[in-house]
């Protein structure tokens, strides 16, 4: 009875043999296995994420327009000034003695034009009221002494006297007639009117260059740095503080030129900030360069802010991802499954076979497949094994690219500019 058992085992044992051969015949007969990704259909954005830092659209340095020691700095940096505020005061002493001592020179110039329009033309006018009568008496007295000559009453003497008080108090009215003329809007009143309006243009110089001692600020701002103290000696165009001009800050970026032609005025953008990565923020390309740095090859971008949040600060450095363009449905293949020139790595039916495709847009993790692939098809990851080899996917790499197009879920460009 033991023999029989024996060869039964035998027999078992040599089927169990020949059955491991077989199955390792057939896996070597398929191939090694390989990493595979399903192409699949899923919403795609391409973006360009680049650095930039947050800069305000008017920084200026504001200075003193005369020389000058440094009286006072009241304000500290960080300060929120109002249009007009005091940023530094220089000292101002002989400045406003200069001002007094204008101000006097046209209270004396207004006081002499109002004795002229008050005193000196009255007078004039009487003494032309007096001159008028004096004439008129004088002509009648020469008319009568003519009539009474004609009648043989009055001698020759007589008539010639009566005819010079004629003329010489026609004269006098003539002399008084110009003397009012003058004192009413002739040169003596015109010499006292240019007094006046240089005294008041001296007043107006003597008030500039005192207001000059003061430095204001231009507008609403905050005061980055303060760049004097009190008792220094500053020189015209000297920079003494720099001021943030309070409007919606911006960001500027220096972007890759290569990047160029897929930038836009308009595109939205998605920001953080390293220091606070968890409070992103929107952010709207606002305006491109129209020349490109030859030295960096870099073209500026500027982006506006919708909503800028409270933490922002000038010079802070964040992080801007502009989303270029995008496709709701899409037909992706992992970038690392595409080859130069635009091939892929197929494996259909157990073998690795060759295509090129025609790609759209790209991000760093997914590429848009326009022609040459089908949605399904299984596109090999590493380049190791040649087209033609037989080959099988790898069970863990199967089972996640199927999870892939199952969830469909979009991929981002992730490409840093300068």
């Known amino acids: 009875m033991q023999a029989p058992s024996r060869k039964l085992t035998l027999a078992l044992v040599s089927a169990l043999l020949l059955a491991g051969i077989a199955a390792l015949a057939v896996q070597r007969w398929r191939g090694p296995e390989v990493p595979v990704a399903a192409v699949r259909l899923a919403p795609l954005v391409q973006s360009v994420v680049v650095s930039a830092r947050v800069a305000s659209p008017s920084r200026v340095f504001v200075g003193s327009t005369v020389t000058g020691r440094v009286a006072a700095v009241p304000q500290r940096e960080g300060a929120l000034l109002k249009a007009g505020d005091l940023v530094l005061r220089l000292e101002d002493a002989e400045w406003a003695a200069a001002l007094r001592q204008a101000e006097a020179a046209l209270a004396s110039a207004r006081a002499r034009l109002q004795g002229q329009r008050s005193l000196t033309a009255p007078v004039a006018n009487q003494q032309l009221l007096q001159a008028r009568a004096n004439a008129e008496a004088a002509a009648r007295e020469r008319e009568r002494s003519e009539a009474l000559f004609a ?61 000059q001692a003061r430095v204001l600020a231009p507008g609403d701002a905050v005061l980055l740095q303060r760049l004097v103290e009190p008792g220094q000696i500053v020189q015209p165009g000297t920079r003494l503080a720099e001021l ?32 606070f990565p ?27 802010l919708p909503a800028p949040p409270d933490f922002l600060r000038d010079d802070l450095t964040v992080s801007v991802e502009i989303a270029t363009a995008r496709r709701a449905r899409a037909l992706v293949l992992p970038a690392e499954g595409l080859r130069a ?7 259909a039916d157990g073998r690795i076979e060759a295509r090129t495709v025609q790609t759209g847009l790209r ?25 033609g080899t037989w080959a099988r996917p790898a069970v ?17 460009m992730n490409t840093m500019g300068r």
């Open 244 to 275: 943030s001009l309070r409007q919606p800050p911006q960001l500027v970026a220096q972007v890759d030129e290569k990047f160029l032609g897929q930038l836009a005025v308009g595109q939205v953008a998605s920001v953080v900030a390293d220091a």
């Open 363 to 387: 991000s760093l993790a997914e590429v848009e497949v326009l022609q040459g692939l089908r949605e399904g098809e299984l596109v090999v990851l590493d380049g190791v094994l040649p087209p």
């Open 341 to 347: 020139g635009g091939a892929v790595h197929v494996l």
């Open 151 to 211: 009648q043989g009453f009055i001698g020759q003497a007589r008539l010639d006297e009566a005819r010079r008080a004629a003329d010489v108090a026609q004269a006098q009215w003539r002399s008084a007639e110009a003397q009012q003329t003058a004192n009413a809007s002739g040169s003596e009143l015109a010499q006292v009117l240019a007094r006046v309006q240089e005294a008041e243009a001296a007043v107006d110089a003597a008030r500039a260059r005192l207001a």
């Open 278 to 304: 968890g409070r992103p923020f929107d952010a709207r390309v606002a305006f491109i360069a129209p020349l490109v740095d030859a030295q960096r090859g870099a073209v500026e971008v500027k982006f506006a």
């Open 396 to 412: 863990a790499a199967l089972r996640g690219a199927r999870g892939n197009a199952a969830d469909g879920a979009g991929a981002v």
